[in-house]
């Protein structure tokens, strides 16, 4: 599970920011009654849920795409070689584009709690470190500054032959797991496996497994939605489709190549035998089914994953049964954006679970959470507040057919 994530200098994230899973001490009536959206774990309880509250370009999108350029890179840096620049962007002003980026991860693994780090340039990465906690002890596995290492007696096999092999476009974490070091292949199968960055893409082979593993809860759920969708097949095509250059985090197209990739076809209660290409769908529909694809194997498996405005085309009430799932689960997390100002709710969150972004006066993004404000109750209304704009998260538009007319044609 997650514990916390910290992010500095990427975009409009200038300062540290914190999204915080760590739930906050509080016993009152109403956070008793959604005490299913907290898992404990040796004491610590942790919220299943975070959910990214504010205006448009205040940064929300900007928090969820560093923490996948911050996964992608674990995944993917063993591959990067001499001529490979790291694909982002820092803080525009103030200097900050000669200053580091900074990722930290704070997660539990197989009981065991982690804290990884790294800092980098567009050019190189200058610092990464690995903690853990047995014993409730913070103790380090290593640390990395430049060329030079710190590592823990007996924790790493061999580390100095997997430092030999590192360049400074390497993280060393994931060169360990490429020279099967134990504990670094356990937490890069964390990164690879159970913190999903996002949702599938519908013609994505990789689609085909999730499908066939969760084919009638997917149906069940759709049912729960009211769909009349009554089954759905999965069939395999070639096509030719963009691969992604290594290195490049966002996608770019690197070359084109011919695979198959798979297609669905779904069947309605009316006439049964008609098939519909998924395409013919709405596009709430498809929606739903991209997310239930992901969501139902996070559910099922306790992972964690990160949905940007993930109630895009869909209706108030499936967003809501969407969240629903995450919270019925066992030890599942989501970290969403959101602009349905009908979620900032006492009787669906608790005050920790919602979070405001905003810009301040020089331009980068912040981030507040509802339990910081403490003379907010949790009987008022939260939603009323937002709009009122008492958490400094809401556009202040200004607005009115007169105004309008005499910015339009002078009148």
């Known amino acids: 599970m997650l514990v916390k994530i910290e992010l500095e200098n990427f975009y409009s994230i200038r300062d540290r920011i914190c999204i915080d899973f760590r739930a906050g001490n509080t016993k009152t009536a109403l956070s008793k009654k959604l005490a299913d959206n907290v898992v404990e774990w040796k004491g610590l309880k942790l ?3 975070v959910g990214l509250f504010g205006a448009n370009a205040s940064g929300k999108s900007n928090i969820l795409k560093a923490i996948r350029f911050c996964g992608v890179t674990i995944l993917e840096s063993h ?5 490979t620049a790291f694909q982002y962007a820092p803080f525009k002003f ?3 584009p000669e200053k580091p980026s900074r990722f930290l991860i704070d997660f539990i693994c197989d009981d065991v709690e982690y804290e990884y780090s790294f800092s980098l340039l567009k050019s190189k990465i200058i610092a990464e470190s690995l903690f853990y906690y047995p014993n409730d002890r913070r103790a380090r596995v290593f640390e990395r500054e430049g060329n030079e290492y710190k590592f823990a007696e007996g924790v790493l096999a061999r580390p100095n032959d ?3 092999n590192t360049s400074d476009k390497n993280l060393f974490l994931t060169r360990a797991s490429s020279m099967n070091r134990e504990l670094a292949q356990k937490l890069y199968r964390y990164f690879w496996s159970t913190f999903m960055l996002g949702l599938i893409r519908l013609d994505d082979q990789s689609v085909e497994a999730y499908f066939d593993e969760n084919k009638p809860l997917i149906l069940a759920a759709l049912q729960h939605c009211d769909s009349d969708i009554c089954d759905i097949e999965k069939k395999l095509e070639m ?3 963009p691969v992604p250059s290594p290195g490049n985090p966002f996608g770019m197209p690197g070359q084109i190549v011919n695979r198959d990739v798979v297609r669905f076809l779904t069947y309605h209660k009316i006439a049964p035998d008609v098939p519909f290409d998924i395409d013919e769908e709405s596009d709430g529909t498809k929606r739903l089914f991209g997310i239930l694809l992901r969501l139902i194997d996070v559910v099922k498996n306790n992972k964690s994953v990160l949905l940007d405005e993930f109630d895009t085309s869909l209706h108030a009430s499936i967003s809501e049964f969407v969240l629903d799932l995450i919270h019925a689960s066992k030890q599942s997390q989501l970290l969403f954006s959101t602009h349905n100002l009908s ?3 006492m009787n669906r969150f608790r005050k920790d679970q919602i ?3 905003t810009k301040n006066e020089l331009g980068a993004t912040e981030v507040h959470s509802l339990y910081d404000y403490k003379d907010f109750r949790e009987n008022m209304d939260a939603e009323k507040a937002y709009r009122q704009g008492r958490f400094d998260a809401v556009p202040i538009v200004t607005s009115s057919i007169e ?3 005499r910015m339009l044609y002078g009148e």
Do not use: M, P, T
Request: hydrophobic share 55%; charged share 20%.
């Open 79 to 83: 591959q990067y070689n001499e001529n």
């Open 94 to 96: 103030e200097g900050f």
């Open 355 to 357: 979070v405001f972004v």
């Open 343 to 345: 979620l900032i709710d």
């Open 403 to 405: 105004g309008l007319k």
């Open 239 to 241: 096509v030719a489709v």
């Open 47 to 49: 919220l299943k849920s």
């Open 162 to 164: 997997v430092v030999l």
